[in-house]
C-alpha cells in the first residue's frame, strides 16, 4: 500500500516513509492511496482481542513492516492499557453508550495512536541505526502521551515545550514525573502559539534539523489516524446485533484538531456501517460553524473546562478537504492557500453528509456532567461531556469518551462536589517534578536540544 499526499506535489510512499516524515515534503498530510473494503472481513474481526483486531487491520495499510515486527508492535501497545478490553464500551441506558477511551497510560484517547507510534519510533531505530530527538508542543494531552510512549527507550530523547502554568497540574505531572533519563519536560514564559512557534521555526531551520535527526509528535501522523480507526471497529462489533444490522448507529466524538472523528469518517469510507457522525465542539466552535455553514473561519482561542479542544485550526482538517474536493490536490492546495492569506473560506454549496456538529459552553459542560451523574451515576471528564449537548433519542448512540474524569478534579468537585481518582495519577501526586524552564526564543531551547539530546 502506498501512501499519497493531500496536496500531491510528491510521489507516493510506503508506511515506514509516512511515518518517519510525519508531513508530506510538499506540506500535505498523507492518506492512503485507496481504502480497502473491510465489510467482508468484519464477522471475522468480530471475535479477536483488541491487539489482534489492530494487527488485522494495520496489516492492510503496512505492508513495508514484516508480519513478525507487526505482530510485536501491536502487542506492545495496548499492553499498558488498565481494562482487559483496552477500549470498553459501557452501556448507559438502552441505546446510549460511552466508548471508554481513557485506560491508556495517560489516561487520554491519544494513546491509543501515540503507543503505537512509539512503536514505530522505536523499530525505525533498529532498523537504521540512527538515534532521534522527538520534538514536540503541548497544550497537555498529547505532550503526556508522547513522553509515556517513549520513556526510556534507547536512542531517543523527547523534548516537549509547553506554556509554563497553564496547563492542568495534573497534566504537567504526566510529563514532568516520569523519572525517565530520556525525558526533557520544558516549561516555557510563553503561551502554547510561542511553543508552537518555535517549534516550527525549529524543524524548518534546516542544519539543525538534520544534524539532530528531529522527529516530530504532531496530530498529523499518518500513523496516529490509523491507530484511531481500529477502536470504531472494536465498538461497533461489541454493540447488540440489532444495532449494528439498523444502519443508523451515531458515533459522537468530543472534538478540537478533527483527527479521532476523521478516524471515524475514513472507517466508515472503508464500509464500516456507521449511520452518522457528529462533530461535538467546546465554545470553540469553528467546526460546529463550518458543519452547520459551510464557512470555516478561524477566531480568538477561548479557553474552556475542555482545554484540549482549544484550538482554532483543526490541523487534521485537510484529510477531509481531499475528499470533500473529489481528491483533486489542487483544489486543497487552493483552499489552504486562501485559509493561509485570510484565515477563512466558504465551501460552495456544502452538504455536510452523514456529518451533524453540536457545541457546548463552560456552563453547559457543568450542567451535563451534573445530568450525566443524577440520571446515570456516571462521572464524565469536560470533553466527554461536550458529546451530551445534544442526544438524539431516536438514535442508537456511541459517545466517545476522550479522558478520564480524574484527570480534571477541580471541574468535577466544582460540579459534583466529589474529586474522582485513578491509581494512575494517585502516585504521581508524590514524585518530585524535573522540568526545564526556557524563555520562549527558539535560540534557547536550540542550545537546550543540542546540550542534551542524542
Ligand atoms: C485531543 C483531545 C480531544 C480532541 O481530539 P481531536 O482528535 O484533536 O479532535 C478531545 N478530548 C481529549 C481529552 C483530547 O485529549
Known sequence: MKFISTRGQCAPVGFNAAVAAGLAPDGGLYLPERLPDIRPLLPRWSNLAYADLA???????????????????????????AHPDVAPLVELRDGLWVLELFHGPTLAFKDFAMQLLGGLYANQI?????????????????????????????????FILYPRGRVAPLQERQMACTGASNVFPIAINGNFDDAQRIVKELFSDHAFHAKMRLSAVNSINLARTLGQCIYYIHAWRRLPEAVREAKDLEFIVPTGNFGNIFA???????????????????????????????????????????????????????????????????????????LRATGKWTCENFDPGVFRATHANDEEIREIIDDLYACFHYVADPHTACGFADI???????????????????TIRDTLGFEPTAPALEALKNRTVIRHELPAEADAVRAFIEEHGV
Open 264 to 338: 471515524g469518517w475514513l472507517t466508515r469510507q472503508m464500509g464500516l456501517p456507521i449511520g452518522r457522525l457528529c462533530v461535538a465542539t467546546n465554545q470553540n466552535d469553528i467546526l460546529y460553524r463550518f458543519f452547520t455553514s459551510g464557512r470555516y473561519e478561524s477566531g480568538p482561542v477561548l479557553p474552556s473546562l475542555a482545554p484540549s479542544m482549544d484550538i482554532q485550526v483543526a490541523s487534521n482538517f485537510e484529510r477531509f478537504l481531499y475528499y470533500l474536493d473529489q481528491n483533486d490536490p489542487a483544489a486543497v492546495r487552493g483552499v489552504m492557500e486562501q
Open 126 to 158: 533498529l532498523h537504521t541505526g540512527q538515534f532521534i530527538n522527538v520534538l514536540g508542543a503541548t497544550s497537555g494531552d498529547t505532550g503526556a502521551a508522547a513522553i509515556h510512549s517513549l520513556l526510556g527507550l534507547e536512542g531517543v530523547r523527547i
Open 55 to 81: 494487527y488485522e487491520f494495520l496489516h492492510l495499510f503496512a505492508t513495508d513492516v514484516s508480519s513478525a515486527e507487526l505482530r510485536n508492535l501491536v502487542d506492545r501497545s495496548y499492553i499498558r492499557f
Open 392 to 410: 438524539d433519542p431516536d438514535r442508537p448512540t456511541v459517545v466517545l469518551g476522550t479522558a478520564h474524569p480524574a484527570k480534571f478534579p477541580e
